[in-house]
């Protein structure tokens, strides 16, 4: 391979690495439009620092857990209780394919995050948030944001 190509194909690589990551002001905004601003109680600061403390803002993140079961997308959404995800047993509480979790619309994830936060929990559901969100002042992941 020569070196234009390499200089190519890494750049490909890097661009498509790029693509599954949110800008935390973009996120802040996708999440004020679908009115998740006290929603259940929580700030956009609340939303915000979930996402970043489960997938680091990476859209697309999959992670396997020691059940078998796996996590998905922004929020880190388990396919044992709320998507389907075809390899282990799921209740599917979202009724949503795990896989349309990682859209890059957020649409999937977000209406599935409100549903685990309507029901007992909330935001607890999450142990990241717990332990690194919860009764913390949260302002600061709003810095520079312009919500319109």
Known sequence: MTNPQLISLVSCLLAVNQASLINRCDLAKVLHQEDL??????SLSDWVCLA???SAFNITKVNENTDGSFDYGIFQINSHYWCNDYQSHTENICQVECQELLSPS????????????SGAGG????V???LHCAGRPLSYWMTGCHLA
């Open 37 to 42: 601003d006290g929603f259940e109680g929580y």
């Open 52 to 54: 970043f403390v489960e």
């Open 106 to 117: 957020l649409l999937a994830v977000i209406n599935c995050a409100k549903k685990i936060v």
């Open 123 to 126: 935001m607890k559901n999450w």
């Open 128 to 130: 990241n948030w717990r």
